[in-house]
Antibody
Framework: EVHLVQSGAEVKKPGESLKISCLGS????????IGWVRQMPGKGLEWMGI????????RYSPSFQGQVTISADKSISTAYLQWSSLKASDTAMYYC??????????????WGQGTLVTVSS | QSALTQPPSASGSPGQSVAISCTGT?????????VSWYQQHPGKAPKLMIY???KRPSGVPDRFSGSKSGNTASLTVSGLQAEDEADYYC???????????FGGGTKLTVL
């Protein structure tokens, strides 16, 4: 069974850096895309970006390009989402998600439990 | 690209059927058979309910069904039960240069 387990909630100040993680298990981590989805308070879901751990191919949604960094360490089956300078508007729930991408078809078949990031002075 | 359009709310009584629409364009919903639907209960992660327009993952009740006509997809929940009360999001593939696009979500209330 596929499991995605995320790191715990974070409370940060504006301008601080942050790296949250997502540990994948129950499948071959290097052979599937893995990504991050943002959900702002009371709002909908937004793709941030995805990475293919096998070759580190990384793709970002235009809204998040340059705002965050997505990485993965295949030796420990872990994906990361990183900010260098947080803003209050980064306050949100962040979900790790495994998209299945096959020739024009996409679905997310597994989700992490979510990491709540709160940015406040 | 723009989010897919969903009604903000839908409701039905136990046992009834309710349909939730998801409208996009020929660049996403209308262009691919890759519409998915996700159920999200408060404080929980989303859960895949329908993929590739009308396929159900193992374990999803057959009360949930999906369809598509042109640029609009629909999720139908038949025989409504109290536990179906949740937010529902549609999503679609939107081309090779996209990660896909989500709808704004529909809050389903079981009266």
């Amino acid at each position: 069974e596929v499991h995605l387990v995320q790191s715990g909630a974070e409370v940060k100040k504006p301008g601080e850096s942050l790296k949250i993680s997502c540990l994948g298990s129950g499948y071959s981590f290097t052979n599937y895309w893995i990504g991050w989805v943002r959900q702002m308070p009371g709002k909908g879901l937004e793709w941030m970006g995805i990475i293919y751990p096998g070759d580190s191919d990384t793709r970002y949604s235009p809204s998040f390009q340059g705002q965050v960094t997505i990485s993965a360490d295949k030796s420990i089956s872990t994906a990361y989402l990183q900010w260098s300078s947080l803003k209050a508007s980064d306050t949100a729930m962040y979900y790790c998600a495994r998209p299945i991408l096959v020739r024009g078809l996409i679905r997310i078949d597994s989700w992490g439990q979510g990491t709540l990031v709160t940015v406040s002075s | 690209q723009s989010a897919l359009t969903q009604p903000p709310s839908a409701s039905g009584s136990p046992g009834q059927s309710v349909a939730i629409s998801c409208t996009g364009t020929s660049s996403d919903v209308g262009g691919y058979n890759s519409v998915s639907w996700y159920q999200q209960h408060p404080g929980k992660a989303p859960k895949l309910m329908i993929y590739e327009v009308s396929k159900r993952p193992s374990g999803v009740p057959d009360r949930f069904s999906g369809s598509k006509s042109g640029n609009t997809a629909s999720l139908t929940v038949s025989g409504l039960q109290a536990e179906d009360e949740a937010d529902y999001y549609c999503s679609s593939y939107a081309g090779t240069n996209s990660l896909g696009v989500f709808g704004g979500g529909t809050k389903l209330t079981v009266l």
